[in-house]
Each structure stands twice: as C-alpha cells, then as structure tokens.
C-alpha cells in the first residue's frame, strides 16, 4: 500500500539529545499527524497539524506543517528513556476521499 | 471520555479457521477503520466504515471483510486464515468529517494464526 516517506529509519540518541524526524509525500495534505507506538500496542496520537506552516507543541515535542503541505517534521527536546518507541506520521487526504496515509516509522533509541 | 476498545487482545487460531475483531470507537466518532500491521509491512489500511457504509477499501483479498453497526462500532472479519495473516490488528477511530483529522486508535488485536 502507500507509505510516506519517513527518516530516518531508526536512530540511537543519548538521554538529553535532541531529536529530530521527518516525513515527505507527493501528495498534499489536510492534516499531518504524529504518533507514537510502543511495542504491542496501538499508537497513540501525539500532535495534530492543520495548517500549512502550523508550529504545534506538545511537552518536549515540537511538530510543523510544511508550507508545500507536502512533509511535517517533529522535534523531541531532552529526550529521556521513555521516549524510547517507534513515531509515526500520518497524512490525511480528504480531495476525493477520505484516508489516512502513514509513513514507515521511526524507531528511536535512548540510551541513558 | 473512554477511548477505542478492542476486542478481544489477543488470539490464537489455526490455518483455515475465521475471526471475527471487534471495535468500540470513542463515542461521537462515526468512521472506523481497520489497519493491519506487521513487522515488514507496517500499517497497512483494511478499510473504512462512516455511517453503516464501507467508504474506502484496501488492497486486501476478499476474505477480509467488515461491518458496521448503527452504534458505529464495528467487527472485522478474517476467513480461512492463513499463516500471513498473523498481524496487531489495529482499529482507528475519528468523527469522519472532512474537516477534522484527528484519528485514535485502539490497543489492537493481536492474531497468531498456527
């Protein structure tokens, strides 16, 4: 199925690090979402986007829109260990139908 | 304000068996979604129900096939399973508007299918 593209694939940080990830499409989104999975469970969303350009944050984590509409990115501040996971991001398409497209994850590793 | 409910977690079935996975969406929402995910594919989308009605399709075969009640929740169903379909099995939900995105999603379902 489609996937967005998400990078990087995985990245080992120390704690304290920043981290920063990001998505890309050649389609144009509504909203861009941002989530987080822990292993065996579901994600869980962790910031929305709705606007070209938007500047989002939630605690430690930071999220933009794309101006193009077309990638989001998302920025976690002084990582801990807790923030260990895979993060996803998800694009909303609503020109035509109604779906929701995911990138490939990014898998993060703190080591304290 | 209760989030989706998925049952039942976990589930072991044999090859040529069927399952049937329930999904509870929060309450207000009317579209649900179904999500398969695996290790190589990631998340790969089932389809997605608003209103009663099956709005949008993967490309899955046949033997996945879903429902949706007049409450919005809403069941899956596998049949004649095969090894391939061990998966988490993850259902979203989200009010299903154009205008707002948000999309929650339950614990999943997590099928072994012997």
């Known amino acids: 199925g489609q996937q967005l593209n998400q990078s990087p694939q995985s990245m080992f940080i120390q704690e304290g690090e920043d981290v920063s990830m990001n998505c890309t499409s050649s389609?144009?989104?509504?909203?861009w979402l941002w989530y987080k999975q822990d292993p065996g469970e579901g994600p869980v969303l962790l910031i929305a986007?709705?606007?070209?350009?938007e500047l989002t944050s939630n605690g430690r984590l930071t999220a933009q829109f794309g101006i193009t509409r077309k990638d989001s990115f998302l920025n976690i501040s002084a990582s801990i260990p807790s923030d260990v996971g895979i993060y996803f991001c998800?694009?909303?398409?609503?020109?035509?139908?109604?779906?929701?497209?995911f990138g490939t994850g990014t898998r993060l590793k703190v080591l304290a | 304000k209760a989030g989706v409910t998925q049952t039942p977690r976990y589930l072991i079935k044999t090859r040529g068996q069927q399952v049937t996975l329930s999904c509870s969406p929060i309450?207000?929402?009317?579209?649900v979604s179904w999500y398969q995910q695996t290790p190589g594919q990631g998340l790969q989308f089932l389809f997605e129900?608003?209103?009663?009605?099956?709005?949008n399709k993967g490309n899955f075969p046949g033997r996945f096939s879903g429902r949706q009640f007049s409450n919005s929740r809403s069941e899956m169903n596998v049949s004649t399973l095969e090894l391939g379909d061990s998966a988490l099995y993850l259902c979203?939900?989200?009010?299903?508007?154009?205008?707002?995105?948000?999309?929650?999603f339950g614990e999943g379902s997590r099928l072994t299918v012997l």
């Open positions: 979203a939900s989200s009010l299903g508007d154009r205008h707002t995105g948000e999309l929650f």
């Open positions: 389609s144009i989104f509504n909203t």
């Open positions: 986007l709705y606007k070209a350009g």
């Open positions: 998800a694009g909303h398409l609503t020109s035509g139908t109604y779906k929701y497209i």
């Open positions: 309450s207000g929402h009317r579209s």
């Open positions: 129900y608003f209103s009663e009605t099956q709005r």
